[in-house]
């Protein structure tokens, strides 16, 4: 079992940053992927960031490649992302993955308010 826990999020004004994180607890030696997904109001789960932690490889399915980074902490347990350039648009609850082989452990998600 992994148990990941998220943080980071808030309400911040357009063109701001922010840095979520996502601390992994129980079996992190197994991790293989760690990935965010965010949730906007009325709009389907959608992929925005994966990194390959044996690799220490990063995917952006989406179009935030420019503006989103993924990074996995010294403690290989931790992965962040930070959001830059923010805009109304990436207003959502983000959420945090763990991939252990096949079983994926997902975290409740912080609130990121992007409004002036």
């Known amino acids: 079992q992994v148990h990941p826990v998220e943080s980071g999020g808030g309400l911040v004004r357009p063109g701001e940053s922010l840095t979520l994180s996502c601390v992994a607890s129980?079996?992190?030696?197994?991790?293989?992927?760690f990935g965010w997904y965010r949730q906007a109001p009325g709009k389907e789960l959608e992929r925005v960031a994966i990194l390959d932690t044996r690799a220490n490889t990063a995917q952006y399915p989406g179009s935030e490649k420019d503006r989103f980074t993924i990074s996995l902490g010294n403690s290989k347990n931790t992965v962040y992302l930070r959001l830059q350039n923010l805009k109304p648009e990436d207003t959502a609850v983000y959420y945090c993955?763990?991939?252990?082989?096949?079983?994926?452990?997902w975290g409740q998600g912080t609130q990121v308010t992007v409004s002036s």
């Open positions: 993955y763990v991939r252990v082989v096949t079983t994926e452990y």
């Open positions: 129980g079996n992190t030696l197994s991790i293989e992927d």
